[in-house]
């Protein structure tokens, strides 16, 4: 039997979620309905071959899986031949490279041919496909007749390419198959669950705090580098570097590591495996101590530059300060030896939090400068994850009927933007605590309602899959589960396709993808929407009566009083929010002055907004904040926003317009509101 990655994969998914209909699964997967069919035809043959009810499709198109084959999986893994499975292109670059890392001896094509059960041509195809990957790293496989096929550069470089390609790899379902695979020829065999125990108890005995998803992906590593220590392969670092590594906490872990797997404690690999460890784990107190105090104090400075740029300013600064810190610890030492990780959210992020990617790419850019480092999109995108999980807090805490945890082993980022958007939807759900798997396993949880999951569990309590950004449709999806659950209701499940076709036969539809959009915002989540206002453009809210041209005022107060007074008079905020802002300026001093020339002051907004605003004014003469001649202003903007995220669009187009090339000189130049107006509106910058 032929079962190959596809099918895996919607088998996989079919279990996460047991009953879903076909347009979830063709939005979710991105696959045709004609593939989907295909490939549930693969799954079905194969729980036939092994006496297991197929999934049928029931009713209105949704497919339900048999509580059998939920069991069975349960209970025991698919058990599949070293060839019961086919590479993908992706995944035959993979296994060239990790099979040359691991063996010794010479490797010719009849080798690769036979391992990948392809032919010689795609072989040779294949294998300047992946020297064309492997550059960046500085690796390429190359041939010789004396040494056959193998892989030339530093030892470093080779484990940060290995790393790379496990990192990838791991999401595949038979992952620990092709690992078998991959090392049945070696006479000394070590163990993946061993080395994740052993992990474990590294873990409980120094009081550490291992990521889930890290710690799979360096047991997996573990695999290739006990062969590579086998062989004598060390790397090497400079003595200073050395030095350094080796009155780190982790150097100790890394001995033990050693002690356990019964590998030579060369100094050179104790100090990259104290790497491994520092870019995987935070002690539980993560109080940063006199060697860290700069990456603290880097986090203190994107925290601020964040409610700068943002125009936010956080309730309880000290805490995200602190939680920060416990992220970027480790990502720092990740990016520092370039430790590769995964985030398979980056392509939502960037596209469903824009304007919060951008603002945190911007504000890492010259902490990447100082640190010399460069900062992948991977990490700019879980760095935008937790300032983002921060932000979408509900306003006000609704009485709840329903305890909840939410088990995710992918950090406290992806944790934190699932928390949080169960809260929003589920006012009836209280949401007490995060854990990782392990937390979950070795815990009691009897006492809580139901659980919410980003991967699958065994648990006798109601639980449900969910992703820590979620399309409209899953929001959908989940809604109405939980709600049958909780209190035996059932939302009417109609799908957008169905709804288009309906209004196709009484009118002419012009824009069929806008339409669709538009209505999957309608149908699907009505109720997130309640707290989470439509974000405004920025010529919404910058009109003629909240712009204002003045000569001069007396001083920087009156600048911020007069600024502030269009959205006073319109309602959009009371008196006190005008001090607010400028109590914020003389308590965190001239932070609003983001350019030259211009200031942007806001304040939270408990503090007196209503609705929200924003306003500009222009001074012909500068005044200058905290009466410091550093900071001359004539460009006001003030801003008033309900929540931490409804302004982010218009602010975004402001800074885009901003940082165009003499647009600050043209605006200081226009002397009529109706110029500012018109330049704020028709500028090809803003979308």
């Not at 530059?305 to 309880?316: G, H, L, P």
């Not at 929001?475 to 909780?486: A, F, P, R, S």
Request: charged fraction near 25%; hydrophobic fraction near 40%; charge should be negative.
């Amino acid at each position: 039997m032929m079962f190959d990655k596809r099918p895996s994969l919607l088998l996989d998914y079919f279990l996460k979620v047991k009953s879903i209909n076909m347009n979830q699964i063709m939005e979710a997967t991105q696959l045709t309905k004609r593939q989907i069919s295909y490939d549930l035809d693969k799954v079905n043959h194969w729980l036939k071959e092994e006496e297991l009810p197929t999934i049928q499709f029931k009713g209105n198109h949704s497919i339900v899986v048999p509580d059998e084959v939920v069991e069975y999986f349960r209970n025991t893994e698919i058990n599949r031949h070293e060839h019961d499975f086919v590479f993908s292109e992706e995944e035959r670059l993979a296994v060239i490279c990790l099979y040359l890392f691991m063996r010794n001896d010479t490797i010719s094509s009849f080798h690769l041919t036979q391992l990948l059960q392809v032919s010689k041509n795609t072989v040779i195809s294949d294998i300047k496909k992946a020297n064309q990957i492997n550059c960046p790293f500085l690796v390429e496989i190359r041939y010789s007749r004396k040494s056959g096929y193998h892989l030339v550069g530093s030892e470093i470089d080779k484990r940060a390419l290995v790393m790379h390609y496990i990192s990838r790899m791991i999401q595949v379902p038979y992952f620990e198959k092709l690992l078998d695979y991959l090392v049945k020829e070696e006479t000394r065999k070590i163990d993946y669950r061993g080395i994740v125990n052993i992990l474990k108890q590294i873990e409980k005995q120094f009081s550490l705090n291992f990521v889930e998803e890290r710690l799979n992906q360096l047991a997996n590593f573990l695999i290739f580098y006990y062969y590579r220590q086998q062989k004598k392969k060390f790397v090497q670092f400079h003595s200073d570097e050395m030095a350094l590594l080796k009155k780190d906490p982790m150097h100790k872990v890394a001995i033990r590591l050693c002690q356990l797997l019964q590998l030579e404690e060369e100094e050179s690999e104790l100090c990259y495996l104290t790497i491994q460890f520092l870019g995987l784990s935070f002690e539980k107190s993560s109080a940063p101590n006199s060697e860290q105090d700069l990456l603290f104090k880097l986090c203190q400075q994107l925290v601020f530059d964040f409610e700068t740029k943002a125009c936010i300013v956080f309730e309880k600064r000290d805490e995200v300060v602190h939680t920060l810190y416990q992220h970027f610890k480790p990502a720092f030492f990740r990016m520092k030896y370039r430790i590769p990780v995964v985030n398979p959210l980056l392509n939502q992020i960037k596209s469903e939090h824009k304007e919060l990617y951008m603002i945190v790419k911007e504000i890492l850019h010259p902490i990447g400068t100082l640190l010399k480092i460069t900062i992948p999109e991977e990490e700019i995108g879980f760095v935008t994850i937790h300032f983002g999980a921060l932000l979408e807090r509900p306003k006000q805490e609704m009485p709840e009927k329903k305890k909840a945890i939410v088990v995710c082993p992918s950090g406290i980022s992806s944790s934190l933007m699932v928390k949080h958007q169960l809260e929003s939807l589920f006012s009836e759900i209280m949401v007490e605590k995060t854990l990782s798997l392990r937390e979950f396993q070795e815990g009691t949880v009897d006492h809580y309602d139901l659980v919410f999951s980003t991967v699958r569990l065994e648990t006798k309590l109601p639980c449900f899959y969910v992703k820590p950004i979620m399309t409209p449709n899953e929001k959908h999806n989940l809604v109405n589960e939980v709600y049958h659950l909780l209190f035996g209701t059932q939302y009417h499940d109609i799908s957008l396709k169905e709804l288009i076709q309906i209004i196709g036969q009484f009118t002419t539809i012009y824009d069929e993808e806008g339409l669709k959009k538009e209505l999957g915002h309608l149908t699907f989540f009505k109720k997130e929407n309640a707290y989470k206002e439509k974000q405004p453009l920025l010529e919404d809210l910058l009109q003629a009566e909240t712009i204002q041209v003045i000569e001069e005022v007396f001083d920087w107060k009156e600048a911020v009083r007069q600024a502030a007074n269009p959205l006073l008079i319109n309602g959009s905020i009371a008196a006190s929010y005008i001090e607010a802002m400028i109590e914020n300026i003389e308590t965190l001093g001239p932070y609003v002055v983001i350019g030259p020339e211009v200031a942007i002051p806001h304040a939270r907004p408990e503090k007196g907004v209503n609705r929200i605003g924003m306003s500009f004014l222009k001074l012909k003469k500068p005044v200058y904040f905290l009466n410091n001649h550093d900071y001359p202003v004539r460009l006001l903007f003030c801003i008033a926003a309900t929540d931490n995220t409804t302004h982010l669009k218009a602010l975004s187009q402001l800074t885009e317009l901003l940082n165009e090339e003499n647009s600050i000189g043209i605006l200081k130049e226009l002397e009529s509101i109706e110029e500012i107006k018109t330049f704020f509106s028709q500028n090809p910058t803003i979308d």
